[in-house]
């Protein structure tokens, strides 16, 4: 018989059962209070790392519209003396900038300009409904750069922009707000008095930061221009690139600092002559900040349970302790001292294991109720964890039981049979 058939056959002996339930039916206390420190274990981890995924996904949450290789800009005011010009100089940028970019940067996929009407927010009406929304002028190139689900009608299309074409895509709270129930498609709305036609309705999720938050809506940015006399300038400009690697980005965004200190002749190391956001970066960046944060997560958690364990492999010994003159009888009827290891293991694994698995389950339990009752933010969203840190956490129950029984183990099958008939 081989010796992964004696270990089969060890595992499912009917008698080592027995004898496990009947060693923790005579110590139900303690069996609990042992048990309680693996459950804990087990269950701080869970919870650890269900916080650390509802971190992740918040921020994940915040770019979920956002391609992940792009830049945005922004003008600013110069702090150092160029070519003869002075300091505190406000950088405007303008059309120009959007045209020169798209020829100067290798590997551009799409560039838009933006350009809020009046820098902030601006009233819609129709009829006697009103609200307050920020409204963006932009360009159909947009669409690439954010990704908003369009759920009746359409976007702005390039006729709108090369026509100028006095058309809104409102959002789901602004088409609540104005339309009361309606089909918006069509239907006309008034931008600071000037009329605009429905032509789309996108999705909106409010980001939670306060129950008066409201959307943007989106008009060409040629109208804003040109209607509300905002001549060629833009606030922000934003494009995407082909390399999305982060040494593609650093160099993209250096590029695109050279043309634009060229153009509005600042100094090109001048940080605050323009504002640059760069999203490789950030993804990059935050990253490195979340997998830092679930190491330590998983360093805390292992700790508790090897605390646990600690306690698990105590009790254990006195176990051993108690059942010292047993053992030595076992041993005297011709029990090897494999047998004797794997009765001890067993039980260590046991015990463990069940606890554990309770743990495991409460945990998850735990999160996946904070899932569905606690709505989700820009910070915290959705903790809960998968099935492969499920299956790690299990696999780290099995090792952590035969852990707490080894050194037990090893000393029960180091007694012997003389010695333990005549220990009292």
Not at 256 to 280: E, G, K, Q, S, W
């Amino acid at each position: 018989m081989t010796g992964r058939s004696l270990s089969n056959k060890a595992m499912f002996d009917r008698e080592k059962w027995a004898e496990i339930f009947d060693t923790i039916g005579k110590n139900k206390l303690r069996t609990v209070l042992t048990g309680f420190s693996v459950f804990w274990g087990i269950f701080m981890l869970i919870i650890l790392l269900g916080t650390g995924q509802g971190l992740s996904n918040g921020f994940s949450y915040n770019f979920r519209n956002t391609a992940k290789n792009t830049i945005d800009i922004w003008g600013g005011q110069t702090t150092k003396p160029w070519q003869g010009l002075a300091v505190d100089r406000d950088i405007q940028l303008d059309i120009h900038d959007v045209d020169a970019l798209r020829t100067a940067i290798p590997g551009l996929q799409h560039i838009t300009g933006n350009l809020r009407v009046w820098r902030g927010e601006s009233q819609l009406s129709r009829g006697k409904n009103y609200g307050n929304f920020t409204i963006s002028g932009v360009t159909p190139e947009f669409t690439h750069l954010q990704d908003q689900q369009i759920i009746e009608g359409r976007f702005i299309n390039q006729m709108d922009q090369l026509r100028t074409r006095k058309v809104i895509v409102l959002a789901e709270d602004s088409r609540d707000a104005l339309f009361k129930g309606e089909d918006p498609i069509d239907q006309w709305v008034q931008v600071n008095n000037i009329p605009f036609q429905v032509v789309g309705v996108y999705r909106f999720e409010s980001s939670g930061r306060g129950m008066n938050q409201n959307s943007q809506v989106f008009i060409p940015l040629s109208v804003v221009q040109r209607v509300f006399n905002a001549q060629q300038n833009v606030d922000k400009i934003t494009f995407s690139f082909t390399d999305g690697s982060l040494p593609g980005a650093e160099q993209a965004a250096k590029r695109a600092t050279a043309v634009l200190a060229d153009r509005h002749r600042f100094d090109p190391t001048d940080d605050r002559a323009i504002y640059l956001n760069n999203n490789v970066e950030n993804a990059e960046t935050f990253g490195k900040v979340f997998a830092g944060i679930n190491a330590f997560l998983w360093i805390i958690g292992i700790g508790t349970i090897v605390a646990g364990i600690v306690g698990v492999s105590n009790i254990m010994l006195i176990v051993v302790k108690e059942r010292t003159k047993e053992i030595g009888i076992r041993k005297a009827l011709g029990a090897t001292p494999a047998n004797v290891t794997g009765q001890v293991i067993m039980e260590a694994v046991f015990v463990s294991a069940m606890a554990g698995y309770f743990g495991l389950v409460c945990g998850v339990g735990l999160l996946e109720f904070i899932a569905g009752h606690v709505p989700g933010s820009e910070m915290f969203r959705n903790p809960t964890v998968d099935l492969g840190t499920a299956l790690t956490a299990t696999a780290v129950l099995v090792v952590a039981g035969a852990l707490a029984g080894l050194i037990p183990a090893r000393r029960a099958a180091a007694i012997r049979p003389i010695e333990a008939l005549r220990d009292e």
